[in-house]
Nanobody, 116 residues
Framework: QVQLVESGGGLVQPGGSLRLTCRASKSISSINTMGWYRQAPGKQREFVALIAADADTDYADSVKGRFTISRDNAKNTLALQMSSLKIEDTAVYYC??????????WGPGTQVTVSS
């Protein structure tokens, strides 16, 4: 089963940018839906962005125009480019993929902290 590992999180000031990367242990070319979710302290995990195999994308309203999801099937990676970051973007960010109509088990995620 494919395993996903997130990286790229860190501490950034409001208005700054970060690029998260999710590396898969196997080819992602046959995976249709991949996405990013996040969980802030004391809150439920929430949807951030999705991308399909045909590169069709969907975003949460809270990140539209600021975040961009992309995938590189040749490198087996999923990325999330985040700009104009806000304090409320602080969360642990998780990548995931739908395999056999189910999301994979959640990985450890990567912490993003937006603070001045």
């Amino acid at each position: 089963q494919v395993q996903l590992v997130e990286s790229g999180g860190g501490l950034v000031q409001p208005g700054g940018s970060l690029r998260l990367t999710c590396r898969a242990s196997k080819s992602i070319s046959s995976i249709n839906t991949m996405g990013w979710y996040r969980q802030a302290p004391g809150k439920q995990r929430e949807f951030v962005a999705l991308i399909a195999a045909d590169a069709d994308t969907d975003y949460a309203d809270s990140v539209k125009g600021r975040f961009t999801i992309s995938r590189d099937n040749a490198k087996n990676t999923l990325a999330l480019q985040m700009s104009s970051l806000k304090i409320e973007d602080t969360a642990v960010y998780y990548c995931n993929a739908v395999i056999n109509r189910q999301w994979l088990p959640w990985g450890p995620g990567t912490q993003v902290t937006v603070s001045s």
